[in-house]
C-alpha cells in the first residue's frame, strides 16, 4: 500500500500521531519497530489471513483492506476515548 500524504490539523502532529499508533498497538500484543510504526499492517494483516505485502496490493478487497485499517484505527480510537474519559474524571474531582 503506497503511504498517503496525511495533513494534521495540528502542524508538527504526525511523529506524535506514528509514536501513539505505535505505544496502542503494542498494548494490542503487536510487535512494533519504533522506527517504522507503520509497518504493524503486515503484522496486522497476517493474522487476519489478509495477503498484503509490500508494494503494490491491488489484488486486496476494500473490505480487506478496511479490516486491517479497522484493527488499528478501532484501537488507537478505543484508546483515545479512554484517555478522555480520564482527563475528564480527573477535572471532576478538582472541584
Known amino acids: 500500500m503506497a503511504r498517503r ?9 504526525a511523529q506524535g500521531m506514528q509514536n501513539f499508533k505505535a505505544d496502542v498497538m503494542r498494548r494490542e500484543g503487536y510487535a512494533v519497530d519504533p522506527n517504522h510504526p507503520d509497518d504493524v499492517k503486515y503484522e496486522v494483516a497476517k493474522e487476519l489471513g489478509i495477503p498484503l505485502q509490500s508494494g503494490n496490493n491491488g489484488n486486496l478487497t476494500t473490505e480487506e483492506a478496511g479490516h486491517i485499517g479497522g484493527r488499528i484505527g478501532g484501537s488507537m480510537v478505543r484508546e483515545m476515548i ?12 478538582l472541584k
Open 82 to 93: 479512554r484517555l478522555a474519559q480520564e482527563q475528564l474524571a480527573e477535572k471532576g474531582s
Open 5 to 13: 500524504n496525511r495533513k494534521y490539523a495540528v502542524p508538527g502532529a
